[in-house]
């Protein structure tokens, strides 16, 4: 069993920033990421970063976003840079494992002036 446990998001002003973190317990995980909904979208992957730190991203957040982890931790971070409003979302960490694939209770980024 995985559990993870994210925190941040909140209300930003677009250009703003915000830092999201998931906290993954109960077994290590290779990879680690995080998916968005937008209100009338589909889910959509945003990030995802390998224990060894290979990331990929979406070409929407290239250049403004950037995934990290602490394996010590094992803890996945999202730094989110130059928000705009089309980021608006509830985002949710990830974690796919063999057998089934784990998702965070997501939490909501607004932005909006």
């Known amino acids: 069993q995985v559990q993870l446990v994210e925190s941040g998001g909140g209300l930003v002003q677009p250009g703003g920033s915000l830092r999201l973190s998931c906290a993954a317990s109960?077994?290590?995980?290779?990879?680690l990421g995080w998916y968005r909904r937008a209100p009338g979208k589909q889910r959509e992957l945003v990030a995802t970063?390998?224990?060894?730190?290979?990331?990929r991203y979406a070409n929407s957040v290239k250049g403004r976003f950037t995934i990290s982890r602490d394996n010590a931790k094992n803890t996945v971070y999202l730094q989110m840079n130059n928000l705009k409003p089309e980021d608006t979302a509830v985002y949710y960490c990830?974690?796919?494992?063999?057998?089934?694939?784990?998702w965070g209770q997501g939490t909501q980024v607004t932005v909006s002036s």
């Open positions: 970063i390998s224990s060894g730190g290979y990331t």
């Open positions: 990830y974690a796919p494992t063999v057998g089934r694939d784990y």
């Open positions: 109960g077994s290590s995980i290779n990879v």
